[in-house]
Every structure is written in C-alpha cells, then in structure tokens.
C-alpha cells in the first residue's frame, strides 16, 4: 500500500513541472533577451548597449527563476 502512496506522491511533483505557467515565464524571458540582443545590433545611441545589457540580464534572470521552479 506504502508503495501506490509514493507513486501517487511522485505523479503530484510532475503536475507541477509541467504547469504552463513556468513555460509562459520561460517565454516572455526570452522575448525580453531577444530584445536586448536586437537593441545590441540595432542603434548607434551612446546608452544603447547598456539597455541592452540591462535588458538581456533581466531575461536571463527570469529564465532561471522559471527553470528553477520547474526543477523544485
């Protein structure tokens, strides 16, 4: 019996993982990382690439907040 309460235990941890909220995080960081990669190539303004930089730092970040949700 101990046996199908861990199976049904471990059946709970990957509803979890695969919950579509953690993928929709994981997208909109990567947009948000595309557009600090384009803005990267697409301007000659002076503060440009320090957007840039800002940008593609905050789209790792949640990236990895998303990746480590779904591994917790």
């Given at each position: 019996?101990?046996?199908?309460?861990?199976?049904?235990?471990?059946?709970?941890?990957?509803?979890n993982a695969n919950s579509t909220s953690h993928y929709v995080l994981?997208?909109?960081a990567v947009v948000i990382g595309l557009a600090?990669?384009?803005?990267?190539?697409?301007?000659?303004?002076?503060?440009?690439?320090?957007i840039a930089n800002?940008?593609?730092i905050i789209g790792v970040i949640i990236a990895l907040?998303?990746?480590f949700n779904i591994l917790k």
């Open positions: 019996m101990s046996e199908i309460r861990e199976v049904y235990e471990r059946s709970n941890h990957t509803e994981i997208t909109i600090g990669v384009f803005l990267r190539f697409a301007g000659t303004w002076a503060f440009i690439d320090l800002i940008l593609l907040k998303a990746v």
